[in-house]
């Protein structure tokens, strides 16, 4: 283990408190749950703020999934994956795009080389029964499961993310070395990147941190944290990343959305003009009249906002399209069949790529789904949204209005009337 110090001085709080440096960056969890820690204590002490290395994470852990299965799944069209290859004696990387023809894995060098695989969870449903265990966290923050598979010595270089991400350790042995001057009560690194490389690879990356994790181990890392993982023997590493848009991403998206419903009457307007003393002047008084009239346009309306963020963040950065079945000349279903069904033992099994979210809207509720928006009770819509299968119970304990959404959504793609007969376990949590 190597470890540099940063720069020491700070003295404890006046509450007689240690002071936030102090705090440990890595324990041992074992027998006390993934964190190691209430998860009020975690995210108080640690979320956004510094990172932790969590031994024993997940006891005994097992992947659910083998590389040759992920390697599989790269080859598979509408899976998003990439192979990245390091030739360390010109510090040369290579990114190469799939998906990947079947045969391409065999030819891969012994070392040096990395595939990653984006929502993984939405495929292999032990993957996705990790996610229970991050609850803690609003279901909409979390983004996907990234399974990679390094060969010894692969790696994707010293970077940063722009978002909370937990490392776990699901097969093999990574090393990973940080940079957590800034946790340590230091300055903040710089993060300028290489320009000679065609992913974002830091320039300069001097760790404070260097740490071998296991099976079952895991990393939480807050944003703009440098790291770099090196696999010390063939490894799988599942990444549960969050999503956190960008300040100009929503303002896009906001202005966007305001724009298509802008009232044209509502425009600059200046009845209190007086004489300007320059006429090719834009004065303060213009440049007020400016800002009032995109205030006419904003609008503070919370329920006009909120319904403007729920659509946007069920549908940002979602990999997937979800679309009505294919039911060929079947006509659909209908409601009483449906129920009988689900009476039946049936049950209506969520897509993995529809997005759920509800906001409170006055008296009622607005449930978010992929961006379009549905009016129900708040009871209903926290049931919906909380529920990756609707059994009979569920479903009945619904009023009759959110019912007819359910069915709506049904018939739109999102879910999938399993028959009992037909349903597959989905108790494996993938521990």
Known sequence: MTTRKAPSGRKAS???????????????????????????????????????????????????????????????DGVLARIIEHDRACDAWTVRQGPFAEEAFPAMPHQDWTLLVQDVDKWDPDIAGLLRHFGFLPRWRLDDIMVSFAAPGGSVGAHVDQYDV???????????TIDASVAMGGTEPPLDFRDDVDIKLLREFTPTHDRVLGPGDMLYLPPNVPHHGVAEDACLTFSVGM???SAAELLGDLADSLLADADDTLRYADPDLALPDDPAEIDDAAMARVVHALDLLRSDDPQRLGDWFGRFITLYRNGGEVAAPDGGDAPPRSRI??????????????????RMAWR???????????????????????????????????????????????????????YQLVLEDDGDDDSDDGE
């Open 243 to 245: 999503r956190a848009p």
């Open 166 to 176: 937990f490392l776990l350790q699901a097969h093999g042995h990574r090393r990973w």
């Open 14 to 76: 006046s509450s007689g408190k240690a002071p936030a440096h102090d705090l440990p960056l890595e324990i041992d969890a074992a027998g006390k749950g993934p964190l190691g820690m209430p998860p009020a204590d975690f995210l108080r002490d640690y979320w956004q703020k510094r990172p932790l290395l969590i031994r024993n994470a997940f006891p005994g852990y097992s992947s659910p999934i083998a590389p040759e299965d992920l390697a599989g799944l790269a080859c598979e």
């Open 337 to 354: 069949e449906v129920e009988w069904d689900l009476e039946h033992g049936a049950g209506l099994h969520r897509h993995p790529y529809s």
């Open 360 to 414: 409170r809207s006055g008296d009622d509720a607005q449930l978010f789904v992929n961006g379009e928006a549905y009016a129900m009770p708040a009871a209903d819509a926290a049931a919906i949204a909380n529920a990756p299968v609707l059994g009979d119970a569920a479903y009945a304990a619904l009023t009759p209005h959110a019912r007819g959404c359910v069915l709506a959504l049904l018939e739109a793609g999102h």
